[in-house]
């Protein structure tokens, strides 16, 4: 089973970027959906991303579509998130997964791997 590791998180201003890695342990990350989802203090954990094994689709949250980006390199195993013109509001705890399952990877219960989390701060 694999394994992830979330990497990149820190404090930015508002308007900033900052990219979000995930390396991932095994052989089999490439044959893996994977997802980011994020969980602010007080909320509950909210989808960001998700893209497909092959890279070849990706879907997003429509408060990020525009200003973050889902790639992934299968050939170092890792799962990256671009994101850019940061808010204030995009603070929160934020994860990597694996899914489970070929479908509905806008929920959160179709992943079966979770990453610890990374934490972003945006400052206003």
């Known amino acids: 089973q694999v394994q992830l590791v979330e990497s990149g998180g820190g404090l930015v201003q508002a308007g900033g970027s900052l990219r979000l890695s995930c390396a991932a342990s095994?052989?089999?990350?490439?044959?893996?959906?994977m997802g980011w989802f994020r969980q602010a203090p007080g909320k509950e954990r909210e989808f960001v991303a998700a893209i497909t094994w092959d890279g070849r689709t990706t879907y997003y949250a429509d408060s990020m579509k525009g200003r973050f980006t889902i790639s992934r390199d299968n050939a170092k195993n890792t799962l990256y998130l671009q994101m850019n013109t940061l808010r204030p509001e995009d603070t929160a705890v934020y994860y990597c997964a694996a899914a489970g399952g070929r479908y509905y990877l806008m929920r959160s219960t179709t992943y079966k791997v979770w990453g610890q989390g990374t934490q972003v701060t945006v400052s206003s």
């Open positions: 095994g052989r089999t990350f490439s044959t893996y959906d």
